[in-house]
T-cell receptor, first 112, second 115 residues
Framework: ETGVTQTPRHLVMGMTNKKSLKCEQH?????MYWYKQSAKKPLELMFV???????ENNSVPSRFSPECPNSSHLFLHLHTLQPEDSALYLC???????????FGSGTRLTVV | DQQVKQNSPSLSVQEGRISILNCDYT??????FLWYKKYPAEGPTFLIS?????DKNEDGRFTVFLNKSAKHLSLHIVPSQPGDSAVYFC??????????????FGQGTILTVHP
């Protein structure tokens, strides 16, 4: 257990479904991130929350919607996804120290 | 435009030998570089880092070398052990501004160490 917990670990959803991914950290970190890992591609930064500032990657489709209700929790709301959105979604947190990135184990998402 | 590139998708090494993983970057604003290791079904874990003011950083069996003029870094593992078999990600960060706290990753290299 790294201190960053992601649920669920696996998710299969249809293209018309709405689901949410959850990330929780109790490390006292003030920044949280969503990354997407597709096969043979780099980890792609999707969203950053830092000190209540959201930095949004402009290439992220609106069918992905993040929510950060407090410094310990981060959600990724999913709706009307496409099969190409199937990937491993990783949450990370950091205290601002670039060595201090801590990743969760990820949610393996399959869109059918 | 991929700013961090790991051009070798995989590397196979015999136990006890040296493993060398390579990474190239294009963004001159990057000033801090990291290597992460990832086992299946787990998230990446931090391995070693290097600041742009250095050209080498060593931690046990792991050494990272940075060649700023070539925009190239490498991770050396010696001696390699079967437990080192994992995916290795190179990452880079630029200081200040809106790049605070954000890491840009390469696509990873799968290292297999054979007994």
């Amino acid at each position: 257990e790294t201190g960053v917990t992601q649920t669920p670990r696996h998710l299969v959803m249809g293209m018309t479904n709405k689901k949410s991914l959850k990330c929780e950290q109790h490390l006292g970190h003030n920044a949280m991130y969503w990354y997407k890992q597709s096969a043979k591609k780099p980890l792609e930064l999707m969203f950053v929350y830092s000190l209540e500032e959201r930095v949004e990657n402009n290439s992220v489709p609106s069918r992905f919607s993040p929510e950060c209700p407090n410094s310990s929790h981060l959600f990724l709301h999913l709706h009307t996804l496409q099969p190409e959105d199937s990937a491993l979604y990783l949450c990370a947190s950091s205290p601002g120290d670039r060595d201090g990135y801590t990743f969760g184990s990820g949610t393996r998402l399959t869109v059918v | 435009d991929q700013q961090v590139k790991q051009n070798s998708p995989s590397l196979s090494v015999q136990e006890g030998r040296i493993s060398i993983l390579n990474c190239d970057y294009t963004n001159s604003m990057f000033d801090y570089f990291l290597w992460y290791k990832k086992y299946p079904a787990e998230g990446p874990t931090f391995l070693i880092s290097i600041s742009s003011i250095k050209d080498k950083n060593e931690d046990g069996r792991f050494t990272v070398f940075l060649n700023k003029s070539a925009k190239h870094l490498s991770l050396h593992i010696v001696p390699s052990q079967p437990g080192d078999s994992a995916v290795y990600f190179c990452a880079a960060s630029a200081a200040g501004g809106t790049s605070y706290g954000k890491l840009t990753f390469g696509q990873g290299t799968i290292l297999t160490v054979h007994p």
